[in-house]
């Protein structure tokens, strides 16, 4: 579908301020969230599977080797420690989980351990599967479909004509051919980027027609949350009505992506969260993220629910946007849900958390400084 805005009117929108002018924005992206999903949401929670020591150079993430920030590190978890988060996540009342590992590319045992993961999420727990494990060949998609994951997460963080300012070891060209590879698997796209790293509105803007050129059936947003010792570490959060605003931009220019709002989101957002669920979401990530703390799972759900939308487990596996997510991928029924009643609170099951399971490990050595971009900065505002 068309974006119902054009690249002029979106520049526009951008340059909205002050509560009614962002409101009225607001109320337009609802309106057109509602169209196309009704009350239905799609909540995921993600597993750190594997973390830090990345040999990568992305501005934003402490994991990188270019970072002077210490390294948030832990080896592969086993497959039944992905499970072990899942049924977290599950008891929370996300519809999905993601298994994410550092870096941009997974060793043969790595990738074994992910697809014997993915299979017990699947025999296990309600819960679709979703992975974000770098770049991916073709064969290695197809292997992922046959485990039963449904979708794949690769980003592409920013706007292109942004891009080398964010890293220049990852190129954009092999993340479109990720994506291509995913596609053609049969699997189902999960591609955004991130807010705020220095990108002018304009690239903004650019970044939201970029993905909707890709046109990816999820798109996860994240605001940066400066890590200190990162590239990107001294860059000021982003006003909470700045969040809100772009958001709903988003939504007009790609008006039929499920979107989630992840990383960052507690800190830019803070009291701000339910209105930018107004502005177009479709669900956010529960429980907690890569390396920061999350939220409360009973929080998360009030939101949406104080806005009449179901957050409710269902036969499904959840939400049931669109019709065919979750046809095609592993025979025979759904297992039953082995949860009854859904946790409040992060304390009540085992989630991922960073700030126990991370091992904080100081660089021995000065790291390599970031290389300079090879394009130069459009500084338009
Ligand atoms: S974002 Fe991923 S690829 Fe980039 S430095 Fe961090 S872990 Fe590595």
Not at 1 to 25: K, N, R, V, W
Not at 242 to 260: D, G, H, N, Q, T
Not at 283 to 294: D, I, K, P, R, Y
Request: aromatic residues 6%.
């Amino acid at each position: 579908m068309p974006s119902l805005i054009t690249f002029e009117e979106a520049l526009e929108l951008g340059e909205a301020e002050g509560q009614d002018a962002i409101g009225e924005i607001v109320e337009r992206a609802w309106a057109v969230r509602q169209e196309h999903f009704g009350d239905s949401t799609d909540m995921c929670s993600l597993v750190n599977a594997k973390s830090g020591g990345c040999a990568e150079d992305c501005g934003f993430c402490a994991q990188s080797r270019y970072a002077e920030a210490d390294t948030p590190m832990h080896a592969m978890l086993s497959p039944d420690q992905i499970l072990e988060h899942a049924r977290a996540a599950e008891a929370a009342g996300a519809h999905r989980f993601c298994m994410v590992t550092q870096g941009q590319g997974l060793s043969k045992r790595d990738f074994d351990s992910i697809e014997k993961g993915a299979r017990l999420v699947a025999e296990h727990t309600n819960l679709k599967r979703c992975v974000s494990i770098g770049h991916i060949s073709p064969t290695r998609a197809r292997k992922l479909a046959d485990a039963g994951v449904q979708r794949v997460h690769h980003n592409v963080e920013t706007a292109r004509s942004y891009y080398d300012e964010v890293t220049s070891t990852v190129r954009y060209e092999g993340r479109i051919r990720t994506i291509d590879a995913v596609r053609d698997a049969g699997l189902e796209t999960c591609v955004g980027g991130i807010l705020n790293l220095g990108e002018s509105r304009r690239q903004r803007v650019e970044m939201a027609f970029e993905l909707a050129e890709v046109n990816p059936t999820s798109v996860p947003i994240n605001l940066l949350n400066p890590r200190a010792g990162t590239k990107f570490g001294d860059r000021d959060l982003m006003d909470p009505w700045e969040v809100v605003k772009w958001v709903a931009i988003f939504r007009l220019i790609i008006p039929e992506a499920l979107f989630r709002l992840c990383g960052g989101r507690v800190e830019n957002l803070d009291e701000l969260q339910p209105l930018a669920v107004k502005a177009g979401l479709n669900g956010v990530m529960m429980g907690n993220f890569l390396t920061t703390l999350g939220a409360e799972p009973a929080d998360d759900r009030e939101m949406f629910e104080d806005l009449g939308l179901n957050v409710a487990r269902q036969p499904d596996n959840g939400s049931n946007p669109r019709p065919d997510n979750r046809e095609g991928w592993l025979d025979g029924e759904s297992p039953r849900t082995p949860v009854d009643e859904l946790i409040d609170s992060q304390a009540e099951a085992n989630f991922w958390d960073p700030s126990t399971q991370l091992r904080v490990v100081k660089k021995k050595r000065r790291p390599p400084a970031y290389p300079r971009p090879a394009a130069t900065r459009d500084e338009s505002r």
